[in-house]
Structure formats: structure tokens, C-alpha cells
């Protein structure tokens, strides 16, 4: 079991880590030369043994980001702990920045806005009208800037767009609720610092955003349920405000539902009042309007009720217009 610990964590380190995070690159070399510390996390089961998910466990529980002598001491005297909680995480990313390759969606559809996550951790991607977005060309050069109405919010999201430039516009969100197995707190310490752990070391203008979006959550906390999408979102959806458009989103969450769940949640969402904007890997579904050549599609897709808008970094930090013309969703 050890050998697969090893295994996994040397092609961590040798590629995945490097040019995202030096630090994260030193400590799983070091483990996959570290029989004691292989011992330790083959005590995790498998799916929960990721790196980065091992990594962000420890920073929660209080190492701070050292060398790998010390985040092993750490690691050794804090076994038991580092065990039991990677077995009842999991990985959780929540990063705002996807709603930059959104906006424009959004912006197609008529307000107001009640907003339905599937997937909504704790629920940063629910406050599209909270942020700033600056959008720029290949040069880096500013094409385009928004702001809430309230002025330039602590979060900017900065994008690169290729191409056209769609109509953009702040949307008006009049309620905002999410499903999650497991909902983050923003107001709670500890889940603030589990999600800013998730952040790899090195990825400075990531943990500043993220750490910002918590900020702004915490104000005003959406209403999050526990549970499977499939079981809650029925009950969801009927609380939503009658005067307002229920649009359910589904931003990178699709793709860690098995194949059998994910076509039957699809299946409900489509038959609700209600529109469904989406960023998936192109040959994750079958729903895409018009079909996609998956080998040929850069990023993901980005689609609204199943007909692609556009297509975009899995993470939103570049995203192309791919609408066509005449083919606006209504």
C-alpha cells in the first residue's frame, strides 16, 4: 500500500507541483522518499490521499508553510489527526474567479435573479453581483470593467477574453442557496481555513481572492443544505422568490458525480422552471447544443440550458465568446 502512496506522491512532484507550487513540489518529493510518513497516509483510504487534498489538511490543523523536515514532524506527532480528517474531507475548491466566463450568461438571461448552486461549498460563486471583473486582451491590456453598484468591490476578478466581447452587465441576485455534501461556513475559522488551504502555496493572488470572497459571504450568508443534489434540489428550487428567474448552476461540479447520478440530476434540473448554466469538460455530456469535438475544444465548455456560450479555463482566468450570431437563448 505504501508503493502506491509513493508512487502517487513522486508523479505529484514531478508533474503537477512544479510552476504552480515550489512548496507543495518539496513536500511531496519528500514524502515519496519518506517511508514513515508513506506509512501514515496509507492509512487514509485511497480517494481521500490526494496531495493536495493531505497538504491542505495539515495547514488546517495548524502547520504553517515550512520546509519538509518540519511539515514531516508536524505530520508524525499529528498522525491520528491528519488521518481522521482527511477521511471525512474532501476536496473543495471554491473559487470565484469561475464566474468571470459566467457573467456574460448571465447577462442573457432576464432578471431578477434567484441563484441555485449544486456543488456551492460555501458558496462563493453565489455573489456575482458583489465582485469586480476586469477583462482584458492577450497584452494584458483592460477591454472592459465592472463594478457593483456600491463602487470597486474587494474581490476583482481579472480575466483574459479572447475575441468578440459579448453584452456584459452586473446581474440583479435577489436570492442566493446552494447543495453541498458537505457546506462550508464562511463565518466559521475552521472551515475558512480548511477552504484557504486548498489554495496550493504560491498562488498569491488566489488565497487574497479567496480570503476576500469569504469576507464578503460572511455578511450575508446564502442558505446552503446539506445533502445530494438529486434528493434537495426539488425542495430548493420551490423556495425560491416567484417573481424572480430560478437559475441553477452547475460550475465544475458535474465532473465528481458518477456518470449514472449526474444524467438523472441533468434530467431533473431540465425538467424544473428554471435555466441551467454550466462549465463542464466538453466530452463530459452529451447535451451540448451545437455538438462539440471534444478533442478539438479548448477548456471547458461554458453552456446555458445546454447550448454552448463560450469556451473557457476550467478556472475562469481566460475565456473565448462562442455563440453564434442569431443563436441568443431566449
Known amino acids: 500500500m505504501t508503493d502506491a502512496v509513493q508512487q502517487r506522491y513522486a ?45 491542505a489538511v495539515s495547514r488546517m490543523l495548524g502547520v504553517g508553510l515550512v520546509d519538509y523536515a518540519r511539515w514531516r514532524s508536524f505530520v508524525i506527532s499529528h498522525a491520528d489527526e ?22 456574460p450568461v448571465l447577462a442573457e438571461i432576464e432578471g431578477p ?20 471583473y476586469r477583462f482584458t486582451d492577450a497584452d494584458g491590456g483592460l477591454r472592459i470593467s465592472l463594478d457593483p453598484a456600491d463602487g470597486v468591490s474587494p474581490v476583482v476578478l481579472e480575466s483574459r477574453v479572447e475575441g468578440t466581447l459579448p453584452p456584459l452587465s452586473m446581474p440583479q441576485i435577489v436570492w442566493r442557496a446552494g447543495i ?61 422568490p416567484a417573481d424572480a428567474t430560478l437559475v441553477i448552476t452547475t460550475p465544475g461540479v458535474l465532473v465528481h458525480i458518477p456518470r449514472a447520478p449526474r444524467e438523472a440530476l441533468i434530467r431533473r434540473i431540465r425538467e424544473l422552471p428554471a435555466r441551467w448554466v454550466t462549465i463542464d469538460p466538453p ?12 478533442d478539438a475544444w479548448p477548456g471547458f465548455v461554458v453552456a446555458l440550458d445546454g447550448r454552448v456560450r463560450a469556451a473557457a479555463d476550467p478556472l475562469g482566468r481566460w475565456w473565448e465568446w462562442r455563440a453564434g450570431d442569431g443563436d441568443q437563448p431566449t
Open 11 to 55: 508523479r505529484f512532484a514531478e508533474e503537477e507541483a512544479p510552476g504552480r507550487s515550489a512548496l507543495y513540489a518539496e513536500w511531496a518529493a519528500g514524502v515519496a522518499d519518506d517511508g514513515v510518513v508513506q506509512s501514515i497516509l496509507a492509512r487514509i483510504p485511497e480517494q481521500r490521499r490526494q496531495p493536495p487534498l493531505v497538504f
Open 113 to 132: 435573479l434567484a441563484l441555485l448552486e449544486v456543488g456551492a461549498s460555501a458558496g462563493l460563486c453565489l455573489y456575482p453581483d458583489r465582485y469586480s
Open 180 to 240: 453541498d455534501l458537505a457546506p462550508l461556513d464562511a463565518r466559521d475559522e475552521r472551515d475558512r481555513r480548511w477552504l484557504q488551504g486548498l489554495v496550493w502555496p504560491g498562488e498569491e493572488g488566489r488565497e487574497h481572492r479567496v480570503a476576500a470572497a469569504l469576507d464578503i459571504v460572511a455578511q450575508d450568508p446564502p442558505l446552503l443544505v446539506a445533502g445530494d443534489a438529486l434528493d434537495r434540489i426539488d425542495a430548493l428550487a420551490a423556495a425560491a
Open 283 to 294: 466530452a463530459l455530456l452529451d447535451v451540448w447544443e451545437p455538438p462539440v469535438d471534444a
Open 82 to 103: 491528519v488521518v481522521d480528517e482527511c477521511t471525512s474531507r474532501r476536496l473543495q475548491t471554491n473559487e470565484p474567479l469561475r464566474l468571470a466566463p459566467l457573467l
